[in-house]
């Protein structure tokens, strides 16, 4: 599975920014999707994820209320809506076949895609 993320930039600290996730020869509707970030000289973090066909979304602490993820199947997509940025969202986004749990997040990472920096100016 071939994972593509998009939709990186820089924005102010306060602005939006929507992140995609889509596949290549794949169909994502199988898999449940989450999204990492890494920012330079820290480890990665699963900041959301999303079921397949289950309901199923998880969000870190430091992105609740904040980040919204949704999935269009039909268009073979995932979402990450981020509002409210922070500069500490400054990072590289990245989605993932993962297994994601509402209590415990996500695990279990099988594919990656390239990621997107996101940087958010203060």
């Known amino acids: 599975v071939q994972l593509q993320a998009s939709g990186g930039g820089l924005v102010q600290a306060g602005g939006s920014l929507r992140l995609s996730c889509t596949a290549s020869g794949s169909k994502l509707d199988v898999y449940a999707i989450g999204w990492y970030r890494q920012a330079p000289g820290t480890g990665r973090e699963g900041v959301s994820c999303?079921?397949?066909?289950?309901?199923?979304?998880y969000y870190s602490d430091s992105v609740q209320g904040r980040f919204t993820i949704s999935r269009d199947d039909a268009k073979n997509m995932v979402y990450l809506q981020m509002n409210s940025l922070k500069p500490e969202d400054t990072a590289v986004y990245y989605c993932?076949?993962?297994?994601?749990?509402?209590?415990?997040?996500?695990?279990?990472?099988?594919?990656r895609g390239q990621g997107t920096l996101v940087t958010v100016s203060s």
């Open positions: 999303i079921g397949s066909g289950d309901g199923t979304t």
């Open positions: 993932a076949t993962i297994i994601c749990s509402s209590i415990y997040g996500l695990g279990n990472e099988e594919y």
